[in-house]
């Protein structure tokens, strides 16, 4: 059956309103949160920055390298520990989440300006630890307002979502680097300064932008995400070279404002897919001038009984204290409560992996600068190192995490089996540093950080997907808790102190003494030789944890893990055509199934 209407004059001719209109679908529409999601991940990584700042806080305030390795540990920990963002997230909007993280950013960095820039008395040790774990929190609470409100947002489209988002943290170091040098030049010391305000201003700007939407069933959401993704692959080609290119020539500052404009522009891109998405969308709901409506036929399923009988079978589930059922968990990928995902079998080999495997990793990017130093590679050279390893995590997050999905759609690989390859091949980066291979940091940053890249698009999209999305606020921020657990063990017990040993050696083989307040420096290949074999044999570990992981999820990842998204859709959907043809006439309204059906009129459903 047809029923035609009048929706629009006709004549194309837009007017006053009708842009005003389309400038609203814009500004609320779900393609502008994905891209202010994308800028707030472009600046919220200053804690894989940490290389780049790292020198001016050991050499102004003369520290050790087991202290700095301290603040480093603290560093990890607040980045890591997003238990608190997880909680809030749960009860609050996400506008208030990022309103914590602006203010825990701007705080936290902002006072190690303050201290590097010898703008107020030297700090204590505990201060300086303080100051950082308050900085690096305030990225849990960015990734945990716009990344879950985006993978729910885009439920069917994790994996490729993900990785987007995660990628553009990777690239943040790099994007950084050349919008800082632009603004300030060369002063190293007030990088602190700059990644203090700018964060907190991105997030502020687009606070109210980032909200739970509506999932729209059948919209082919991954073909926009995959413009996304090449627009991002434009920006990482482009930091990638112009960073050789800074290598081999000397920028001025005015290069360097070139070269960032070129940077903004391709940061920007995503807008323009953004207001051609939502242009497409108004247009068809402005210009169409005939509703065709399909009635199902007599002989058709009776959709709606289906929905009233499932809600029904819903309201007889008997509900259970949160402490009883904790080691009766339902079937993976249905919705765990949050102490049944602390105690689950799944948790706990996630937990292990991550200790061993991401521990290591971390260890090494945050030593990047130190290591470069010892092994007698140029300032040039190390700031480099660090820029690159930037662009190389950023090829982790998105590669692993589109690549995970293909493989899981098409051949049913288990995203945990990528988890275990990425750890394996994560050993060759130690191993170089271990034996010092001439030119072997370059390698080594390359492997680890694409290696280290990857592991967060998986962690993210096996919790979500494993635990159910209901409590993923909570649940992603509790596996990677023992990144700095990891840290602290293999970073500050492991590599500071063996570093710190062989610089004493050192100094006493040259007959000299540590002077007060003296940082210690260790050169020559032995400084990371044994730290890093220990940190080899822990991933190995770390290998063994994830094979145990994938044994316990292969049956489910062999099955159709969308699966419940896609009832859903079809839900979803026999709605809107009822209510379509309830409002045309078509279709009277019961009077009793409505209040069983909809969620929005029966609260025991709702809950």
């Known amino acids: 059956m047809e029923v035609h209407g009048n929706s629009g004059s006709g004549n194309g001719v837009r007017t006053w309103t009708d842009m005003k209109g389309f400038a609203v679908q814009v500004i609320t529409g779900?393609?502008?949160?994905?891209?202010?999601?994308?800028?707030?991940?472009?600046?919220?990584?200053?804690?894989?920055?940490?290389?780049?700042?790292?020198?001016?806080?050991?050499?102004?305030?003369?520290?050790?390298?087991s202290t700095l390795n301290t603040i480093s540990f603290f560093k990890d920990l607040g980045a890591n520990i997003g238990i608190f963002s997880g909680l809030v997230n749960e009860v609050t909007p996400p506008w208030v989440v990022l309103s914590i993280g602006a203010a825990f950013n701007f705080f936290g960095y902002f006072m190690i300006w303050l201290a590097v820039a010898q703008k107020i008395a030297k700090p204590q040790v505990w201060h300086m630890c303080l100051y950082i774990t308050m900085g690096a929190n305030s990225h849990t609470f960015i990734n945990t307002g716009a990344l879950v409100t985006c993978v729910k947002n885009f439920p069917r489209n994790r994996g490729l979502l993900i990785g987007l988002l995660e990628g553009y943290i990777g690239l943040s170091a790099a994007v950084i680097v050349q919008i800082y040098h632009a603004l300030y030049g060369n002063d190293t010391k007030s990088?602190?300064?700059?990644?203090?305000?700018?964060?907190?201003?991105?997030s502020l700007i687009f606070l109210r932008t980032i909200r739970i939407m509506k999932v729209i069933p059948k919209k082919k959401y991954s073909k926009v995400l995959q413009k996304f993704f090449f627009i991002s692959l434009g920006l990482a080609g482009y930091l990638l070279i112009i960073i050789i290119v800074e290598q081999k020539v000397k920028f001025t500052q005015f290069e360097y404002g070139g070269s960032a404009a070129v940077v903004l522009f391709l940061l920007f891109l995503p807008l323009a897919v953004v207001v051609a998405e939502e242009y497409t969308s108004w247009r068809n709901k402005t210009s169409l001038s005939t509703v065709n409506i399909e009635i199902s036929s007599p002989d058709s399923p009776p959709v709606d009984q289906i929905i009233v009988s499932q809600n029904k079978e819903m309201l007889k589930v008997k509900k259970l204290s949160c402490w009883e059922n904790i080691f009766s968990p339902p079937e993976i990928g249905q919705d765990y409560t949050i102490l049944q995902a602390i105690f689950s079998i799944e948790m706990l080999t996630l937990f292990l992996t991550t200790l061993c495997g991401l521990g290591g990793m971390l260890t090494l990017m945050d030593n990047l600068g130190q290591i470069g130093t010892a092994l007698g590679y140029s300032l040039e050279s190390i700031t480099t190192f660090v820029s690159l390893a930037s662009i190389w995590i950023y090829l982790g997050e998105v590669m692993l995490g589109f690549l995970s999905e293909v493989f899981i759609?098409?051949?049913?690989?288990?995203?945990?089996?990528?988890?275990?390859?990425?750890?394996?091949?994560?050993?060759?980066?130690?191993?170089?540093?271990?034996?010092?291979?001439p030119n072997g940091l370059y390698v080594a940053s390359i492997i680890t950080g694409f290696c280290f890249g990857g592991q967060w698009p998986l962690i993210f999209a096996i919790t979500s997907e494993v635990f159910g999305l209901k409590h993923c606020s909570t649940l992603n921020n509790v596996g990677v808790m023992a990144c700095p657990l990891g840290s602290y063990l293999l970073n500050v017990k492991v590599t500071g102190y063996l570093y710190d040993k062989e610089a004493e050696k050192q100094l006493k083989a040259l007959g000299l003494e540590r002077k007060p307040g003296e940082g210690l420096n260790c050169t020559g290949g032995q400084c990371y030789k044994l730290p890093f074999l220990i940190i080899t044999g822990a991933t190995i570990l770390g290998v063994f944890f994830s094979l145990i992981l994938v044994l316990r999820t292969w049956k489910f990842y062999n099955s159709d893990i969308y699966k419940k998204f896609k009832d859903e859709s079809i839900a979803v959907e026999s709605d809107e055509v009822v209510a379509t043809n309830r409002n045309v006439g078509l279709v009277s309204k019961p009077e009793t199934e409505t209040d069983v059906r909809s969620p929005r009129n029966n609260p025991d459903i709702r809950r």
């Open 30 to 65: 779900r393609w502008l949160m994905l891209f202010a999601s994308f800028l707030m991940m472009a600046s919220a990584g200053a804690s894989y920055m940490f290389g780049l700042y790292s020198n001016d806080i050991k050499s102004v305030l003369g520290y050790s390298q």
């Open 191 to 202: 990088f602190t300064l700059f990644v203090a305000w700018l964060p907190s201003a991105i």
């Open 409 to 437: 759609t098409k051949y049913k690989i288990p995203r945990p089996l990528m988890f275990t390859v990425s750890l394996l091949v994560s050993c060759i980066g130690h191993l170089l540093i271990a034996f010092n291979v």
